[in-house]
């Protein structure tokens, strides 16, 4: 087996030092009736010949020629070639946690300079080296708001928050001692604030907000943040397409106390959904309480700065089960690509790119509410996606397209059975023009 | 002779501390429609704070990143035998199969057939799982051996829940354990109770009777435990745990001693979780992402997360009615881009290269624990040590950090240090099936003559290293955890 | 402040001193036909010899090379201004284009309809070169810059030898040209007459006119020269070795200072190289491959090696048929994979951006002159540098030498030492148009600062690094050039 | 400019600094007359998101899927995906060439591990760091042996040698004052040796063998160089396939007093190609007249090991005209790339792989024989390669079976216009068992 590097001789001498004659001799412990009889059932090894064969044809079933307006909490995003070659690099894909600061300066630096640059974009004080993907991380930022005001119970959740973030954080929820509540979604698809205004009490705990909504609409977090606070409801704010920052105001700014976020849109391939970024950002008053690795500023003996893994009796291996969260491996090898990709983008190219997804979203959204049979079902503006509504059942036309080489979008009904016709278009900065002219074209065919 | 010598290496200032010098470091794709005017956002809603990035070309921004790397140890350059953590070597074709455009490119969202492919992958490495496991199902959506505990705990908590049975709100937890197992039970709000381990290092079957009451939800345990060792009692604790209306969870962490020679299912543990980022060699990163599938019995899978991946005649596909779900614990469907590397390792070695990767772990591990044994207290030394090797400081005047800073000095990334808690100055040493008895030997050779020094003589180490030892404490005392515009 | 700072690194012996430890370190694809028996093959042509080859695994494998590697200093990592070879930024996404699969696995013999798409980017690219060069004609077959001029200089040869010309043996070459122009020349079989510069460190026009003789083939010059000043009187120098019968050959390797702002086709050259490795970022990779192809002039054309890629109509394709031909420099077409690199970068600068890249380049290396010249002297001062700067040690008391390694100390790689002979104790500065200004000031603060200092505080430097100052003398005075088993 | 890091500000500074208003005065020296009036006719830079997708649809051109039979100097081979990562490391892809040996140890002792692999492989004293390619190194090869015996002036080349290497050595000598003379093919593809043995005089300078010629066939090293010993005319080899050498006794052993050869089938991609890998190899007594760089050991100031390039006297950039040749820029990633091949390979992969690729070309041979209407050329033992005679006029079918997805081989008419059913048929480890059945298949229905 190339992997292993032990000549026959030299497990010869090695079993000598040990004292047995055989590596069997070393199993002896394990009770025989709990040993394995005979092999594994998993065939034969595969050479790198043959694998390579096999993963090319499975790899290529997938049509990356199609045109695809396909987001939902995951955006096709162009992703410079620099990236690659320099997070790949052995020291950063081969290194472990950097629980030994003196060997691993090189992700220690990268940690707080994520940290950094994620506290700056959400407008926070400190974010953390990273949670396992959006929809965990917003159910962690209310079971810390929980820790932070322990007397309150209800929690307070949008309806347009990803049906599958809100599935989890639900899911989470039920083994606290918590309850929460949805507050409705407007005709302009925008959250009902004054619904959750009345719906505040005494028991509210925390009321959170995804600030580009499910169906890509900009919410109010403004008056959100004037509503939470005057209740001294804890701001929570979730952002998925995380690129909107470049356009929306950062939820800093409005007061929020946790921001959380799935860093995937920060030039993570979509990658069938994973491994992605969970965002995690807070005012100052609550770092202790916030859960993941951070990366804090320090000096060595020499003086000289530096940085190590900090703040850890928060975490698991110190505080055990009074942890701030389980978490242990996380996601920094996304957070460290995620990193280079807002290096080289820069403030000029995050308002550019930001301006740019707008752009093409308004652009297919009015192209598309020109088409007979198409209708768009929210009037109020988008960052860079938006549903529409189509005459015919979305599933059935959402196939059709697919035949003429079109990912047209995500139907709503896999979310809500009753949601039979509409259609969650997504556009980035990977649509050329002529896509949304294929697009209307091909939907006057099949509508 | 040991690795470790001086070298040059090049400082790189923080990103926010160099000079604006570029409008962009990548070029968007081309605009080809106009830009929008953004009226139609209220103005109070649009970005007017600073976003903090900074402004560098790409050669600018390529050095930075290429300077950072430079400061870290890492595998592929040295020895990293942190103990249970399976450092192994991660191969390149692995990293190769998963960069494959067909695989980074599918949207989750996409017609599932477009995905055919994939899905073949991920049904075969769960058949993979099942039967390195001895379990009845496998699922994929955790995000890490932790996430998969919390799953596996859920699904307990649910079981329990099904049967009517409210009361069992405790789990019992060995003093050995990883801080994982009581912080995730903790997340489903089970409070943990510390099974004592006995002077061999192994579960206290006593203890356990006493505390194996109707309150207590179930056990996590870990096998071979932190120290190294097989719970030679596994199954007669399981039985127990099971006759009294509990679950058996067991971490998985330390699989690299048991794949192809023993399964947890049939030790009758209920649920296990995968680190695939350890056992089957996915690369860790810099702490992650790695994946925690976890393997499971039949009477727990109706629980299971949504959606679950099904075969039904031959067709592969995402069943997303499970009416006793218990919902689902992540966006999607599971680190998938890591899953496809551990698929592709269990393929490359097969069945029988998997028994043969476990056979030359634990070779590895005794051969060292024979030759450090020759200064180092091996505090449980009844059996042969299994992937690992514990020692602790006590025949040494310096302390386990000491010697863990004077081996960098030397060139090698330290073992696992001060864990597990149950003995005092752990140094839990993992060498893994990768590593050459070469290598094995200069560890020894360094450890043993570390062995001799005083602490006077160590402390200053490393010295040749980019930054000498850090101040942790002060790091802790004053948080600075992002860098600021100094004014 | 300059960047060196002492760091760990891995000592790694060589590869024949590891002990055998595998049966090999890859897969071969598997055997799917009978292994042959080799008796039809005459016993005495079996090997029977060793092939001395080692016995690793792919992860000691790995490790040796990742280890060797941390030895290097490389531009990603730090400023690499070694005059007259334009060390600038690779990017990557012109590695990227090189490694597609289609590229890297077009075998030249297939029907050249399934290279199409190749044969378009290299057509494209020789339209490229054409214009930057303002020539009539260019041929990518030669592997390197020096490979281009010996083509160039056959062609000359060629084209006097078909006019029946025959007496042109000799080629005129500054004396600060680069040594490869007179051996490529001599491989020619021409010989080279040194045309010595004036003390303004330009072609002597005097000297010129006395020395071109009808016994003189041509000359080989280099403009910007290497003292980093442009040849203003070349177009005189082209007329005049014109008129008596001589060709011009141009050496490229300093387009750097060229592109979008001059052409040497209108400077009247009948042949340059390009340093595609140098001008147009190609990786250098420790050594090469690079590429150097030539442009010419139509006249000089019917000569070109085989084949020719040729476009007729629409279509492109390599002609084979060129009865004047000279015959091959290599075999197939040139070193496609550097090509195809270059080719990306010129696409992506586009003209202006390759107007542009002149004019940074050219301004960083004054700004450093501008600097440099506080305290050190510029021998040929009359004119603004092009893309680099010549200094010498007069004015220090420590020599060039020190310097160079006091400034790999300080994590700078050094700049050309020594060249060009015209003048002594050379440092030849080369910037480049990617490197900051925060950088072009590291480096000249700390040669500054190195300039103040003696020989005997130099000497011993640099010593943070892998290795000390090395005997270069005991090397070739006993060379050890191959591993041998040590009785 | 994304690669330009300077700021508008920054510029002035600069120019500040210098003392003038415009980089535009920085080009005063260059006569305006000879200045490009305007801009170059070069179109504007391309992003990379569109030069990726022209680039795809060029590179997509060729049918990576179509069996392939390809060989005559450009060998398809497996390489194996450890390799790529690590020699494409920034350190060893963006260095230049190691004149500082403090700051490049690395690819200094890769070096010497290289001549060191090549020479054990060739049986020789010596090997040099690289050249070009193998054609180009032949021919340096015979313009060394001139240098080491300068009176005599004929070179004696076998026919069975790769015609372009036979042009691209008889292009060289054009130059030289040299002759040369090719030996004759026996009806079995082998060098005839009686004609060489007659055709050598005193002024014979060398004989060129390739040892498994262009047509696949093993010639006769020994006689060969018994032959040429006896007449002190000098021994040079040229293994263009050298994975043969796994199979085939190295020239060393049969007193070669040069080896070139063509590296690329060591684990290089055929490329179109290049950049390959001019491999040369040396008797001892010869070094100092041998062309290219060398990495030689020696020691440090504190005595330890360290490497440097050395023998520099015999380069262009010390020796000038009196120089072993003029290459500067060689193949130093290509050699890089070959030594971790051959390092992962190893003793017994290689033995392996030869046998390997012998064992696939016996068994075509075999099943084409069968096939009516194809005729093996030459009765003898092959390598991996030999030639089949069509019915039909070679070009015909090899384009038909091209139509059928299968590269049948190397129409031999390209190199000799008189060869017209003549096809230079290769088998690799890259071919499958039924590669061979198909092209059997295949051939029956187009003959
Ligand atoms: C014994 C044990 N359990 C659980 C874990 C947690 O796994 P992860 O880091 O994948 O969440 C670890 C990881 O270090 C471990 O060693
Ligand atoms: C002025 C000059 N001419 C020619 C060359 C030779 O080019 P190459 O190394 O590509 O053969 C060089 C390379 O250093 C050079 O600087």
């Known amino acids: 087996m190339k992997y292993f590097p032990f000549s026959k001789e030299q497990q010869t001498d090695m079993l000598k030092t040990i004292g047995v004659e055989h590596i069997s001799e070393l199993f002896s412990a394990i009770p025989e009736t709990i040993k394995i009889q005979g092999d594994l059932k998993i065939p034969e090894g595969t050479t790198e010949f043959t694998l390579q064969r096999e993963v090319k044809a499975k790899s290529s079933c997938y049509p990356i020629d199609h045109i695809s307006f396909l987001g939902g909490g995951s955006y096709r995003r162009f992703i410079p070639t620099a990236i690659a070659p320099v997070v790949n690099r052995a020291e950063f894909l081969t290194s472990y946690t950097p629980y030994q600061p003196e060997a691993s300066q090189g992700t220690l630096q990268a940690m707080f300079e994520f940290q950094t640059l994620l506290a700056n974009l959400t407008g926070m004080d400190a974010a953390n080296g990273s949670m396992y993907e959006g929809a965990s991380a917003a159910a962690e930022a209310v079971m810390m708001a929980a820790r932070i005001n322990p007397k309150k119970k209800n929690v307070l959740l949008s309806s347009a928050i990803h049906p599958e973030y809100l599935e989890c954080i639900q899911t989470y929820l039920k083994y606290q001692d918590l309850t929460w509540e949805l507050i409705p979604v407007l005709e302009n698809g925008q959250t009902d604030l004054a619904a959750l205004e009345s719906a505040i009490d005494d028991n509210s705990l925390c009321s959170m907000l995804q600030i580009v909504n499910f169906y890509g609409v900009i919410e109010d977090q403004k008056k959100h943040g004037e509503i939470v606070s005057d209740k001294k409801v804890l701001n929570l704010a979730l952002v998925i397409e995380m ?38 950002a807070v005012k100052a008053k609550h770092i202790r309480k916030m859960p993941g690795r951070l990366s804090g500023q320090t000096v060595d003996t020499e003086g000289k700065r530096a940085f190590c893994l900090t703040l850890a009796t928060r975490e698991q291996h110190i505080r055990r089960e009074k942890a701030t969260s389980n978490i242990c491996s996380n996601q920094q090898h996304c957070a460290l690509s995620v990193t280079m990709y807002l290096s080289l983008l820069g403030k000029n190219g995050l308002k550019d790119l930001a301006l740019m997804n707008y752009s093409k979203a308004k652009e297919a959204k009015e192209a598309l509410a020109q088409v007979e049979g198409v209708t ?72 | 002779m040991s690795p470790g010598r001086k070298g040059l290496v090049l400082a790189e200032p923080l990103l926010f501390e160099h000079a604006a010098s570029a409008t962009s470091g990548m070029d968007l794709p081309d605009w080809d429609v106009a830009k929008s005017a953004t009226t139609e956002i209220p103005a109070h809603l649009l970005r007017k704070s600073e976003t903090g990035l900074p402004q560098l070309s790409e050669p600018e921004v390529v050095r930075h990143f290429t300077r950072l790397s430079t400061y870290n140890y890492s595998l592929d350059a040295g020895f990293y035998p942190l103990g249970s953590c399976t450092m192994k070597y991660n191969p390149k074709i692995n990293d190769w199969v998963a960069s494959l455009e067909g695989f980074a490119n599918a949207h989750p969202y996409a017609p599932f057939e477009h995905n055919k492919g994939l899905l073949e992958i991920l049904w075969e490495h769960k058949e993979q799982l099942k039967e390195i496991s001895g379990m009845d199902e496998v699922c994929l959506h955790p995000a890490a051996g932790s996430h998969g505990e919390l799953l596996g705990m859920m699904l307990i908590c649910a079981y329990h829940e099904d049967r009517g049975d409210f009361k069992r709100t405790k789990v019992l937890i060995p003093d050995s354990a990883h801080g994982t197992n009581p912080s995730s039970a903790a997340i489903c709000n089970l409070e943990s109770v510390t099974l004592p381990s006995g002077p061999d290092g192994l579960i206290d079957m006593e203890a356990l009777d006493k505390l194996m009451t109707d309150e207590v939800a179930g056990i996590m345990l870990t096998n071979p435990n932190t120290c190294g060792i097989f719970e030679i009692n596994m199954k007669k604790v399981a039985d127990l745990v099971h006759e009294r209306g509990g679950q058996v969870y067991f971490d998985g962490a330390n699989m690299n001693a048991l794949v192809g020679i023993a399964r947890p299912g049939d030790m009758n543990a209920d649920v296990l979780h995968f680190n695939v980022h350890k056992t089957f060699s996915t690369p860790h990163g810099g702490g992650g992402p790695g994946a925690g599938p976890i393997g499971l019995k039949n009477h727990l899978a109706e629980f299971l997360p949504k959606p679950v991946l099904t075969k039904k005649e031959d067709f592969i596909f995402q069943d997303f009615n499970r009416p006793k779900s218990i919902g689902r614990i992540r966006s999607f469907y599971g680190n998938i881009g890591v899953l496809i590397r551990s698929w592709a390792f269990i393929k490359t070695l097969g069945g029988k290269g998997l028994t043969e990767m476990t056979g030359q772990a634990v070779l590895s591990a005794n051969y060292m624990k024979a030759r450090l044994q020759e200064k180092f207290h091996v505090p449980f030394d009844k059996q042969h040590c299994m992937h690992e090797v514990l020692l602790t400081d006590k025949n040494q005047e310096a302390s386990t950090l000491d010697m863990a800073k004077g081996l960098i000095e030397r ?16 140094l839990l040493i993992e060498p893994t099936e990768t590593e050459s008895k070469e290598s094995l030997d200069a560890f020894c050779d360094a450890l043993l003559e570390l062995a001799t020094k005083s602490s006077e003589e160590l402390h200053h180490l490393p010295e040749t290293t980019f930054v000498q030892r850090v101040d942790e404490t002060l790091a802790a005392r004053k948080p600075i955890l992002k860098w600021d515009l100094k004014p």
């Open chain 2, 411 to 426: 060139g090698f990334h330290p073992p696992t240090i001060y864990f597990p808690l149950v003995v005092q100055g752990a």
């Open chain 1, 243 to 280: 690129t909107s920052l470049g356009l929306i105001e950062a939820p800093g700014a409005f007061g929020a106390d946790i921001v959380v976020g799935e860093g995937q849109s920060l030039g993570l391939p979509v990658s069938f959904g994973g491994p992605y970024l969970g965002v995690f």
């Open chain 1, 376 to 447: 768009l079902r929210h009037i109020t503006s988008h960052y860079n996606e938006f549903v529409i509504d189509l005459k015919k059942p979305a599933l059935e036309i959402w196939e059709a397209l697919d035949k003429k080489g079109i990912l047209a979008g995500v139907p709503l009904v896999w979310f809500d059975e009753k949601d039979t016709h509409g259609l969650l278009v997504n556009l980035t900065e990977m649509n050329r023009a002529e896509d949304v002219t294929n697009l209307t074209a091909a939907l006057k065919e099949v509508l």
